[in-house]
C-alpha cells in the first residue's frame, strides 16, 4: 500500500494520538481538563488545539493554502507563547507527530519506496516546525511589545500624577 493511503487509512488514530502527546505537555491536571471538556466556550485552548492539528495534519498529508497552515501555527503557538513553554517547548508538539506516525505505521512499512515517502513526510513535519519557531517568535514578539506598551502608559500615569501633585500648593495657606 502507498504511504499516502496509510496516512489517510489511520488518520483518525494518528491525529487522536497527536492530539493526546500534544496535550501531554501540558500539566498531568490540565490534561484530563483539556481531553474531555468538549464546550468550546468552557474550554477554548483544548477546542483550539484540537481543531488546529486537524489543519495541519491535513496540511502535511495534502496540499493545503499555506494560508491556513500558518493560521493554524498562529493559533496553537499564541496560545503556547503565553504559557510557560520555552521556545523548543512550544513548538515540540509538531514533532511528536514524528514519533506518532513511526509508532502507528512501523508494521505496515515494508517496501523502499514507502520509507522513502516516510523521510519525504518527516522533512514536511521538519520544515513545520521551522515554520513554528518563526512564527512563536513572532507571537513573543509581540506579546513583549504589549508588555512594554503597558509600561509605557503606567509609567505616564504616574509621571502625570506626580507633576499635578508638584503643581498643587504644600499648604492651604499658600492659596
Sequence with gaps: MRFD??????????R?????LTLDTYPADSFAFLKNQKNQFLNPVGN??????????????NEVDPKAVTT????????RSIQEFSPSQAVSFII??????REELDSEL??????????????????LAMQGFDVYSKC????????LNELRRTESTIVARLNRNDR???HEDDI
Design 5 to 14: 493511503n496509510l496516512l489517510k487509512q489511520r488518520e483518525s488514530t494518528i
Design 16 to 20: 487522536e494520538r497527536w492530539l493526546n
Design 48 to 61: 483550539t488545539i484540537s481543531r488546529e492539528l486537524d489543519v495541519l495534519y491535513q496540511s502535511l498529508v
Design 72 to 79: 493554524s501555527l498562529d493559533s496553537i503557538l499564541r496560545i
Design 96 to 101: 511528536l507527530l514524528k514519533s506518532v506516525i
Design 110 to 127: 515494508q517496501t523502499r519506496e514507502q520509507f522513502t515517502d516516510l523521510q519525504k513526510f518527516e522533512l514536511r513535519i521538519d520544515q
Design 140 to 147: 513573543r514578539e509581540r506579546l513583549f511589545e504589549v508588555r
Design 168 to 170: 498643587q500648593p504644600e
